[in-house]
T-cell receptor
Framework: DTGVSQDPRHKITKRGQNVTFRCDPI?????LYWYRQTLGQGPEFLTY????????KSRLLSDRFSAERPKGSFSTLEIQRTEQGDSAMYLC???????????????FGAGSRLTVL | DQQVKQNSPSLSVQEGRISILNCDYT??????FLWYKKYPAEGPTFLIS?????DKNEDGRFTVFLNKSAKHLSLHIVPSQPGDSAVYFC????????????FGKGTRLHILP
């Protein structure tokens, strides 16, 4: 098991372009989370999936953001018409089971850093 | 509204001494608390956790203390080592029905030689 993988690690784009990030969670982890981290802040929740179902979306996730997990395995996060304020580290995490306790902790990937020029 | 607060952006501690990182929370429904550690260019990694039914949890050099009446928890690292230099995030989760972890802004710990 290689842990949570995220691709690309760094993306530089011009304002107005679309970008897509991919996350491969630890195999057989039911839940997959997307967080965003900006400078000086902790990770902020964006959305999460239980298998292929998207169960919750944060108000931080504007209409320009969409996330999918079509087969309950990998997930993509797309940002359309990027803005400079979208520049951040996008973190993916996964967890086995359905609650945070004991050995059930979020395991994060290394993140995808987005820079919007 | 920040539900998990880490009021010290940074902390410097001499190698070999005790590091104490503090965290306050406002939501009394939180029932599980975690500390994550983050190095530059890496994702956060889980360090230690504590359930709200306990007031202390220990794992090697790391101990987390929970004071529910004060809505306060702290992470103690003894003895501090150079590899402990990182950003530490306090995090909390509520019972099922609010299935996400809320993070504080983090405290950058510098271990001085």
């Amino acid at each position: 098991d290689t842990g949570v993988s995220q691709d690309p690690r760094h993306k530089i784009t011009k304002r107005g372009q679309n970008v897509t990030f991919r996350c491969d969670p630890i195999s057989e982890h039911n839940r997959l989370y997307w967080y965003r981290q900006t400078l000086g802040q902790g990770p902020e929740f964006l959305t999460y999936f239980q298998n292929e179902a998207q169960l919750e979306k944060s108000r931080l996730l504007s209409d320009r953001f969409s996330a999918e997990r079509p087969k309950g395995s990998f997930s993509t996060l797309e940002i359309q018409r990027t803005e400079q304020g979208d520049s951040a580290m996008y973190l993916c995490a996964s967890i086995p089971g359905f609650s945070f306790s004991g050995a059930n902790v979020l395991t994060f990937g290394a993140g995808s850093r987005l820079t919007v020029l | 509204d920040q539900q998990v607060k880490q009021n010290s952006p940074s902390l410097s501690v001499q190698e070999g001494r005790i590091s104490i990182l503090n965290c306050d929370y406002t939501n009394s429904m939180f029932d599980y608390f975690l500390w994550y550690k983050k190095y530059p260019a890496e994702g956060p990694t889980f360090l230690i956790s504590i359930s709200s039914i306990k007031d202390k949890n220990e794992d090697g050099r790391f101990t987390v203390f929970l004071n529910k009446s004060a809505k306060h928890l702290s992470l103690h690292i003894v003895p501090s080592q150079p590899g402990d230099s990182a950003v530490y995030f306090c995090a909390a989760s509520a019972p099922r029905g609010d299935d996400k972890i809320i993070f504080g802004k983090g405290t950058r710990l510098h271990i001085l030689p």
